[in-house]
């Protein structure tokens, strides 16, 4: 059986990056993941661009250089798999977590990998980092589960001339909505709020309220979804019932923390509607002795709390405490372009890490 300093369940930017730290305090770690490396990122929308600039989802001090001001999803996953490399991170795609069992300093972690073979590993301090993505809000609406109803969009191509409701009023609706418009869908926006939210950014927003002023989207505010159909969907709406032809439906309706595997871990959750698990908020260790918790599942149904932007320097609290519990290291310090080379550090070797924040 593999043993570990470190097991990181979930290996997006922020469990990389409690990786890369746990790695430069001289610990051995291994990120695990049920999908492959930075999984959610990969399920965004392929056309997906960042609201925020490239040198706010750097991890581990390694530049992320981008053609445009604001990197693209293509560009983050190039970034994040280097950066694996350049580390040489120990990172096990394709391992889902069945249990977890022991105790702090000795955690048995059992997993199911590739081709449904059994795996374990023994670890003596847990990350759970593991997102919110795979996980939406449900409408908990007749029809939810038929086939047409998604809450995820990739992209606009497959529902072209097609009949289409886009549940939300945030970032991902509108710009789903939108894109949807402009490759030809015939779109319908569905809020159960007066208006669009005011957290659509600045420059999204005119242009969807305008689609809707010039009735080129249709708008159903202050309106519910009483039932999907798979030929229609009827909706409760200020005039009372209407009921719309409809081929596709788009819940955009935002994702929440798997509760119930940090319940099952025995970690303590603060009281609805927030439900943010209980840390220390110094160094992230939960109220279970050795799991720590870090990303977005710390802000627990506020998701809009947490990014990449902040969750990257959870790796670094963790580090620290790590370091006072752990005691000496490990393994040997990390020193970029030791051993065998990567092609990331081929690709960066005359480009300097930053200096630490």
Known sequence: MEQFDVLIIGAGPTGLACAIEARRAGYSAVAVDKGCLCNSL????????????????????????????????????????KVSEFYRL???????????????????????????????FLARKLVVATGYYDLPNHLGVPGEDLPKVSHY???PHP???????????RNSAAIAALELWRHGARVTLVHRGASMAPTVKYWIKPDIENRIKNQEIAAFFNTTIREITPDAIVLETPRGEQRL????????????????????LGVEL?????????VDTN?????????????????GMNTNEIFIENGRYHGRQIAEDLRRKLGKSTLAPFVPGSGKKSAAEAASSSVPLRNAE
């Not at 032809?245 to 099952?264: C, I, K, Q, S, W």
């Not at 603060?270 to 698990?277: A, E, L, T, V």
């Not at 160094?283 to 802000?299: D, H, K, P, Q, W």
């Open 245 to 264: 032809r409809n081929d596709f439906v788009l819940a955009m309706t935002g994702y929440h923390p798997d509760f119930a595997f940090l319940r099952e």
């Open 90 to 120: 120990d990172v096990r795609q394709y391992h889902t977590v069945n249990r977890i069992e022991g105790a702090d300093g000795a955690f048995l972690v059992h997993c199911t990998g590739p081709l449904s073979r059994p795996a374990e």
């Open 153 to 155: 969009y990739r992209e």
């Open 159 to 169: 529902y072209n001339n097609s009949d289409v409701v886009v549940v939300g009023a």
């Open 42 to 81: 990969y399920n965004y929308p392929t056309n997906m661009t960042f609201f925020t600039t490239p040198e706010l989802l750097e991890i581990g001090d390694v530049p992320f250089v981008t053609a445009q001001q604001k990197p693209n999803r293509l560009e983050a996953l190039e970034y994040y798999r």
């Open 270 to 278: 603060s009281r609805q509607p927030s439900s943010k698990p209980v």
């Open 283 to 299: 160094t992230l260790e939960s109220n279970v002795a050795g799991i720590y918790l870090a990303g977005v599942i710390l802000a």
